[in-house]
């Protein structure tokens, strides 16, 4: 018993001289007046600081009430903040990002609570979503931000705010809008779609104008005599309506507006046929009329000579 109190008082005494600070040299475990400990290290300036190698077997649990925890490298390093689940959505999600000398954080990827990946944004809407400049994301989901029926998106360009997608590649189609596309060109001169080069195609089609060229078969239709067109030949060296090859040269050819205006002259060439044929059966009725009155006519001759011969 007597050997037992010595031995608490000495202990007590060795207690109250060191303040609490208890060390042990071998593992290098240290615990300072600051009440900061190391490991590794004798003079650790965080609350719990490791000196080397660490390995955690099992959960990692910190307060619910801390806002954020920081595993960085020195100044301007590379460095992960993980956000309590604490305030709002975008809080609770993990962020890779550095520190710089000042404490100031800047991220750089973000893995929210979700699931997605943002870079170059904390807010990502859609699995992968990289944020290239303000509104403007390439983005990676099955369906687009902001919604478009119907269509299931794999990756689009897009703004984030808006939910507007100016190009998108879908499961079973393409769509491109937001402004002109150029292939082998940025300069579209103003049409929705410019290809600089060849092209080819199975088929294409070309939306029907309004005013497709059937209006030549209505009865108010005033046909232009042949004597008109021929006029306007000798003049302008090219078809009515038809683009000359200087017009063709300089602006291009509109397809369908050309397809119009060559079934216009189709229709009008029927027209003319029509006419002709109509004029041609009137010649043949009169020939068959002439050649009757001649075959008349011959006969009275000849029975007029078999009359002078007996006389």
Not at 268 to 288: A, F, M, P, R, S
């Amino acid at each position: 018993m007597k050997t037992f109190l010595i031995t608490t008082i000495v202990f007590l005494a060795f207690a109250i001289t060191c303040k609490a600070q208890w060390t042990n040299t071998t593992p290098n475990i240290n615990n300072t007046n600051s009440g900061n400990v190391g490991i590794g290290t004798t003079s650790p300036v965080a609350k719990l600081d490791v000196n080397g190698a660490q390995r955690l077997n099992g959960d990692l649990t910190f307060a619910a009430d801390v806002t954020a925890y920081f595993i960085h490298g020195p100044a301007n390093g590379g460095a992960i903040r993980i956000r309590s689940n604490a305030g709002n959505a975008i809080d609770r999600n993990v962020q890779f990002g550095s520190i710089d000398n000042n404490g100031t954080w800047a991220s750089f990827m973000t893995v929210d609570q979700t699931g997605n990946v943002g870079i170059g944004t904390t807010a990502p809407l859609t699995p992968l979503d990289i944020k290239l400049t303000t509104n403007q994301h390439v983005q990676f989901a099955a369906n687009l931000n902001g919604g478009y029926p119907g269509l299931s998106g794999i990756v689009c360009l897009n703004d984030a705010n808006s939910g507007y997608t100016p190009l998108g590649f879908f499961a079973s189609n393409y769509y491109f809008g937001g402004g002109n596309v150029g292939i082998a060109t940025t300069d579209t001169k103003g049409y929705t779609f410019a290809v600089n080069g060849t092209a080819i195609a199975t088929s294409m089609t070309v939306k029907a104008y309004a005013n497709w060229p059937d209006f030549v078969f209505k009865p108010t239709y005033q046909l232009p005599s042949l004597t008109e067109v021929k006029t306007y030949i000798d003049k302008n060296h090219h078809l009515p309506d038809v683009p000359s090859a200087a017009e063709v040269e300089k602006n291009g050819l509109n397809l369908g507006e050309m397809n119009k205006v060559l079934m216009q002259k189709v229709e009008e060439l029927t027209l003319y046929l029509i006419e002709k044929d109509k004029q041609i059966k009137v010649l043949e009725q009169q020939t068959t009329l002439f050649q009757s009155l001649q075959k008349q006519i011959d006969d009275l001759k000849k029975n007029q000579n078999n009359l002078n011969h007996k006389n």
